[in-house]
């Protein structure tokens, strides 16, 4: 079996995967220069699907959670 995990533009690299939890991390540099942290678990069906996202970048040292366009919190 391959499996394939397509989150890479052009000019991204890997910079590391690893366990966490019970997800697979994978540090991705993008391009631009951030650097996002993507969470690959099983699914509800036991298929591998993305969960999560977390992106790191520049800014006044803040955290900022948000889904969609919606922002639930900065710390």
């Known amino acids: 079996m391959e ?4 989150i890479l533009r052009k000019g991204d690299k890997v910079l590391n995967a690893f366990l966490y939890e019970k997800s ?3 540090a991705v540099l ?3 220069g951030n650097v996002d942290i993507v969470l690959v678990e099983k699914n509800e ?3 591998l699907a993305l969960s999560g996202k977390m ?3 520049e800014g006044d040292d ?3 959670v948000a889904s969609g ?7």
């Open 30 to 32: 993008r391009k631009i």
């Open 45 to 47: 069906h036991g298929a």
């Open 69 to 75: 366009d919606t922002k639930i919190a900065t710390f």
């Open 24 to 26: 697979i991390a994978i």
């Open 62 to 64: 803040s955290i900022e």
């Open 55 to 57: 992106t790191i970048c």
């Open 3 to 6: 499996i394939k995990v397509r």
